[in-house]
């Protein structure tokens, strides 16, 4: 089924308000093993993302408050 113009509008609209944007660059080819990783373990390359972003800060917050 196709999305009408209105309910990509809707859409649009909904992702400005709740969501930011990063771009990120990766070296050719890299996406591809990201993203099949992703697949592999979560099913989605952004929720992947997140994670990894997620559990880098943690990480980091720990070793930090350990020094």
Do not use: C
């Not at 990509?8 to 969501?19: G, L, M, T, V």
């Not at 099949?36 to 980091?60: P, W």
């Amino acid at each position: 089924m196709a999305i009408s113009k209105a309910q990509k509008r809707a859409i649009n609209k909904y992702n400005k308000n709740h969501y930011d944007n990063i771009n990120m660059r990766v070296p050719k080819g890299k996406r591809e093993s990201i993203s099949n990783h992703a697949k592999k373990h979560d099913g989605s390359l952004n929720k992947f993302l997140n994670r990894a972003v997620d559990e880098t800060i943690q990480r980091d917050n720990e070793k930090d408050n350990n020094e």
